[in-house]
């Protein structure tokens, strides 16, 4: 037993080395082998070439067991525990596969090592708090509620905070709810459980910030792997959508026009998706007075272009913050900047992915701070209260329809309602809370923005609205139908 024990420690780790093929696909799968016995694997991909970038994973036989991408120490697996990124699990023996995914290759070929150690006992302390992800209802009211959908934990790669702490910063200013959206990995879902039982006023919601090397999307509500690994067994994006309306989530595009080349691989979106599987566009990533002028300025007529061709995406905001609120970079933006009021059933992660689905959405761009817009559509004929109709992301079909939109918190600004893209109606906002009215005489796609200094610092979802002639009642009727239902009246009498 000892000599085995010793033989175990002291053995070499495996070294594969060698270059990677040129061109596509962008993923390589590296085999080895693990032996019966194996308690724990560490594997440790030290940088070949300092020009180059590759990422890492890790599958076994059954699949999907982590990735870490730009992780820099080895990573380590064994049945209670797992490195940061990655999933605890049995270790069957047999055929492992690392994946390395070329992200940025300068220097041709591009050279790999691996140092894989199989051991026999546990380094890493089991971690008892994890657990199979069960949803949590923290409120049962039917209101807006406000939050972030793109937070990432230290389970991403290039993040270092605890769910922990961007649940404390994320109750600080004032939200409702946070999307932890890891890079290509479920490696915080089963920690969620744990963490949301010390923070009963924050929601946490799983998903997934889907990174590919030609976009980044948003599985808000993910909780299962979705495979990234573009041109390797037939997955493409068109797969990658279907394995997530499985899991009936709403599939988003987070900064579309953010192309900063290889400072941020893949962060422009470049791939082609059905209009019926996009749920939402992110038109702010970070808050508007860090990238604001440079990205969201010319994401929201990109979103609006999408809208005009019939493809009802919400707007969505999120930050991408990575530091938990403690960023300090040009661009490092706060969690809650941006932020996101849904209009939701209740606090719950289905009930949140019901209300962006519905299109109940109005964007904060800077965050919670921001002016609030209410924009509803009634029939004339029923209602014009202002807290009754219909809202953002809803359809509207009436004879008559009376426009309502209450602005909160945005005196001096400037409030602006949109008809299909063009501007329709401006008012200035004198007070802390204004409504403004408006008999519509047409129909059409409308939406707000309260604007400040002559930039757009809250945007509402679109609501549509049909005008359609009002029915006329039997008392008015033409002559020919009274003259039809008395020759029908006539017969029944007559049989």
């Known amino acids: 037993m000892l000599t085995a024990l010793l033989t175990s420690i002291l053995a070499a780790p495996v070294i594969l080395e060698g270059e990677l093929p040129a061109g596509d696909p962008a993923f390589v799968m590296i085999p080895f082998d693990v032996p019966a016995g194996t308690v724990e694997i560490e594997i440790a991909h030290p940088r070949q070439q300092p020009e180059n970038i590759l990422d890492y994973g890790v599958f076994d036989q059954n699949g999907f067991r ?47 090592r691996l140092e894989i150690e199989t051991r026999s006992f546990a380094t890493l302390p089991a971690q008892t708090v994890r657990a199979p992800f069960q949803p949590t209802q923290l409120k049962n009211e039917k209101r807006w509620y406000a939050g972030d959908f793109h937070v990432h934990s230290r389970e991403s790669g290039d993040a270092e905070p605890t769910a922990d702490a961007i ?44 990174t590919t090397y030609s976009g980044h999307a ?65 038109i702010g ?49 706060a ?32 965050g919670p701070d921001d002016p609030m817009i209410d924009l509803r559509v009634n029939d004339s004929n029923r209602s014009a209260d202002k807290s009754a109709g219909a809202i953002v992301g809803d359809e509207v079909l009436a004879s008559t329809a009376t426009m309502t939109v209450n602005v909160t918190n945005g005196s001096g600004a400037t409030l602006v309602v949109l008809r299909d893209g063009a501007e329709f109606k401006t008012y200035e906002v004198a007070g802390a809370d204004e409504t403004f009215t408006e008999q519509l005489e047409q129909g059409g796609r409308f939406r707000a923005e309260v604007r400040i200094a002559g930039e757009p610092r809250t945007v509402t979802s679109n609501l549509w609205v049909s005008i359609v002639e009002k029915p006329q009642s039997c008392a008015t009727a033409p002559g020919e139908l009274v003259v039809l239902l008395f020759v029908f009246l006539r017969r029944r009498r007559e049989r």
């Open 66 to 112: 982590g990735w870490g991408g730009g992780n820099s120490e080895p990573f380590v697996l064994n049945a209670g525990a797992a490195s940061r990124s990655y999933l605890p699990g049995p270790i069957t023996p047999g055929t492992w596969q690392v994946v390395i995914g070329k992200a940025k290759i300068v220097v041709s070929p591009a050279r790999y």
């Open 167 to 210: 649940a404390l910063f994320a109750a600080m200013r004032g939200l409702d709810f946070v999307e932890l959206s890891e890079h290509n990995t479920t490696a915080s879902v089963s920690w969620l459980n744990d963490v949301q039982s010390r923070h009963p006023n924050l929601l946490l919601i799983p998903g997934v910030e889907f």
């Open 218 to 282: 948003n599985g808000i509500g993910a909780t299962q792997y979705v495979d990234h690994r573009f041109g390797l067994n037939g997955n493409s994006i068109d797969t990658a959508l279907a394995a997530f309306a499985t899991q009936d989530v709403v599939f988003a595009i987070n900064h579309p026009l953010l192309d900063l080349g290889t400072t941020c691989i893949g962060c422009a979106w470049k791939h082609k998706i059905p209009r019926d599987q996009l749920g939402a566009v992110e």
């Open 285 to 333: 990533t970070g808050g508007w007075d860090k990238t604001g002028v440079l990205f969201t300025k010319q994401a929201i007529p990109w979103w609006e272009r999408l809208v005009a061709q019939g493809i009802k995406a919400a707007p969505i905001g999120g930050s991408d913050d990575h530091s938990g609120g403690t960023g300090t970079g040009m661009f490092d933006s």
């Open 335 to 366: 969690i809650g900047s941006p932020t996101t009021m849904v209009f939701a059933t209740g606090l719950s992660p289905s009930e949140i992915v019901a209300g962006v689905r519905a299109g109940h959405t109005v964007v904060k761009l800077q």
